[in-house]
């Protein structure tokens, strides 16, 4: 194929083999969502560029390096969203409602665009499922959102093979505190830091905490501990968020080097990881961010939320085998109908068993054919029973009920009674 026609280096389609996994995975999350009281939100793939610039942080590595930003016709400079928390609270804002106080519980599900290097687990067009609480400042809402991560983690099968990292940041006002000892510390180590690491010091100086390098990282041995810089709400928040975390055993790990890229997060951060997936571990991030909301043009507004990356969660579960039988079949019955005259009383049929059944996963054979070709196509298709229309049926009114799986003989069931024989045999999802 000529290269125009490829798709975009690290931008994945999502064939139809695959689909049906993220499907379960997505309607998973989303009923488990529903089930906590939490509302859909869905907010545009583009945004103004600089909405991003102010709520990620201009010292970001996404900002700096990782967007995907242009010109429009109209001169505006817009940019395909990277994550999904500066849109919502812009959304909230625009539509004033978290105003007076109004607690809002939203979740949104979509593609999220960042100019990395693609690798297994890394992409340029990926997807998240992100949720954002408005207006609830305690830990018992921070503990809610890592209580229902918990839980899906359980009723997807990978519990056991992801790990939660948790860490404090503090108010704004700790952690400038923390900073400036922080600074002061690696200022003194300046030239055993790696170039990055040096960079940072003067523009992000936390996100030195998460280099990979291991030279800096033996720096970082000594270096002072946000947690001995904590003021006391946060402390006693944090404590807050463990307890409900130690009451409904939940197993964590505290990773003081746990900064989150984003520069908006406040006391609360936490990961999911797994070593699964080889380097790109994190499956679900998030943390607090009281104050973006206000840095942002609204009325101080505490916020919480997450995100997880939907292809990492996918690969997991393939990876760990958490694949739902089921969910590989995607017909029930199949119909075969020969001739003209059972093709069409064969389409009534279906509409008749659909109206009755409509949860049934019902497909009619297209293209006409022989017994065999038919037959073969209803194998194929993976259903457990075909339905056969030929003239020795169609003078009798019934079909043919032939299994395809190996359980019986075949038989003739009645038009008017094919609807209820399907439904005891058919568990329809
Ligand atoms: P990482 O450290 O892996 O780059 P991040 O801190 O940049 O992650 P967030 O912005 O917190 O990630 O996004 C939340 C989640 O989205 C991540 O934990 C990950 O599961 C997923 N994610 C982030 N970037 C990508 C990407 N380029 N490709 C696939 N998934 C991603
Ligand atoms: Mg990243």
Same mark, same amino acid.
Request: glycine share 10%.
């Given at each position: 194929?000529?290269?125009?026609?490829?798709?975009?280096?690290?931008?994945?389609?999502?064939?139809?083999?695959?689909?049906?996994?993220?499907?379960?995975? +997505?309607?998973?999350?989303?009923?488990?969502?529903?089930?906590?009281?939490?509302?859909?939100?869905?907010?545009?793939?583009?945004?103004?560029?600089?909405?991003?610039?102010?709520?990620?942080?201009?010292?970001?590595?996404?900002?700096?390096?990782?967007?995907?930003?242009?010109?429009?016709?109209?001169?505006?400079?817009?940019?395909?969203?990277?994550?999904?928390?500066?849109?919502?609270?812009?959304?909230?804002?625009?539509?004033?409602?978290?105003?007076?106080?109004?607690?809002?519980?939203?979740?949104?599900?979509?593609?999220?665009?960042?100019?990395?290097?693609?690798?297994?687990?890394?992409?340029?067009?990926?997807?998240?499922?992100?949720?954002?609480?408005?207006?609830?400042?305690?830990?018992?809402?921070?503990? +809610?959102?890592?209580?229902?991560?918990?839980?899906?983690?359980?009723?997807?099968?990978?519990?056991?093979?992801?790990?939660?990292?948790?860490?404090?940041?503090?108010?704004?006002?700790?952690?400038?505190?923390?900073?400036?000892?922080?600074? +002061?510390?690696?200022?003194?180590?300046?030239?055993?830091?790696?170039?990055?690491?040096?960079?940072?010091?003067?523009?992000?100086?936390?996100?030195?905490?998460?280099?990979?390098?291991?030279?800096?990282?033996?720096?970082?041995?000594?270096?002072?501990?946000?947690?001995?810089?904590?003021?006391?709400?946060?402390?006693?928040?944090?404590?807050?968020?463990?307890?409900?975390?130690?009451?409904?055993?939940?197993?964590?790990?505290?990773?003081?080097?746990?900064?989150?890229?984003?520069?908006?997060?406040?006391?609360?951060?936490?990961?999911?990881?797994?070593?699964?997936?080889?380097?790109?571990?994190?499956?679900?991030?998030?943390?607090?961010?009281?104050?973006?909301?206000?840095?942002?043009?609204?009325?101080?507004?505490?916020?919480?939320?997450?995100?997880?990356?939907?292809?990492?969660?996918?690969?997991?579960?393939?990876?760990?085998?958490?694949?739902?039988?089921?969910?590989?079949?995607?017909?029930?019955?199949?119909?075969?109908?020969?001739?003209?005259?059972?093709?069409?009383?064969?389409?009534?049929?279906?509409?008749?068993?659909?109206?009755?059944?409509?949860?049934?996963?019902?497909?009619?054979?297209?293209?006409?054919?022989?017994?065999?070709?038919?037959?073969?196509?209803?194998?194929?298709?993976?259903?457990?029973?075909?339905?056969?229309?030929?003239?020795?049926?169609?003078?009798?009114?019934?079909?043919?009920?032939?299994?395809?799986?190996?359980?019986?003989?075949?038989?003739?069931?009645?038009?008017?009674?094919?609807?209820?024989?399907?439904?005891?045999?058919?568990?329809?999802?």
């Amino acid at each position: 194929m000529s290269k125009s026609l490829q798709a975009i280096r690290g931008m994945n389609d999502i064939l139809p083999e695959q689909t049906p996994l993220w499907r379960y995975f +997505e309607g998973t999350v989303a009923r488990l969502l529903d089930n906590y009281g939490y509302k859909q939100i869905r907010m545009p793939i583009v945004e103004f560029t600089e909405l991003f610039k102010r709520s990620i942080g201009e010292v970001t590595d996404i900002v700096e390096k990782e967007m995907y930003t242009f010109e429009d016709r109209n001169g505006d400079s817009l940019t395909l969203r990277p994550e999904g928390t500066a849109a919502c609270v812009r959304a909230v804002l625009e539509h004033g409602i978290t105003g007076g106080g109004q607690v809002q519980k939203l979740w949104y599900i979509g593609p999220m665009f960042r100019h990395e290097r693609p690798q297994k687990g890394r992409y340029r067009q990926f997807h998240q499922i992100g949720l954002e609480v408005f207006n609830l400042d305690g830990p018992d809402i921070d503990a +809610e959102l890592i209580i229902m991560t918990w839980r899906l983690w359980g009723e997807l099968g990978i519990r056991d093979a992801v790990k939660l990292e948790l860490n404090s940041l503090g108010t704004s006002e700790s952690r400038g505190r923390y900073r400036e000892a922080l600074v +002061e510390y690696l200022s003194a180590h300046h030239d055993k830091l790696d170039e990055d690491s040096q960079r940072r010091l003067k523009t992000n100086p936390l996100r030195v905490l998460d280099t990979k390098n291991a030279d800096t990282q033996a720096v970082l041995v000594d270096a002072p501990k946000m947690a001995d810089y904590l003021d006391d709400e946060s402390r006693a928040h944090f404590e807050g968020l463990k307890a409900r975390l130690d009451a409904v055993g939940i197993p964590y790990v505290l990773n003081p080097k746990l900064v989150r890229g984003l520069d908006y997060y406040s006391k609360t951060v936490f990961e999911w990881v797994t070593d699964k997936l080889g380097a790109q571990g994190t499956v679900c991030a998030g943390g607090r961010y009281d104050g973006l909301v206000e840095q942002m043009g609204g009325k101080p507004t505490p916020g919480v939320g997450f995100a997880m990356g939907i292809e990492r969660l996918v690969l997991m579960l393939e990876t760990l085998e958490q694949i739902p039988e089921e969910i590989s079949r995607q017909v029930d019955v199949y119909l075969c109908a020969f001739g003209e005259e059972a093709e069409l009383a064969g389409l009534a049929l279906a509409e008749r068993i659909r109206d009755e059944l409509p949860n049934l996963r019902l497909q009619v054979n297209a293209g006409a054919g022989s017994f065999k070709s038919q037959f073969k196509k209803a194998d194929k298709s993976g259903a457990l029973y075909a339905l056969i229309l030929g003239d020795d049926e169609m003078a009798q009114q019934v079909v043919g009920f032939k299994p395809l799986r190996g359980q019986g003989e075949q038989q003739s069931i009645a038009w008017d009674a094919l609807a209820a024989h399907l439904a005891t045999c058919v568990v329809q999802g």
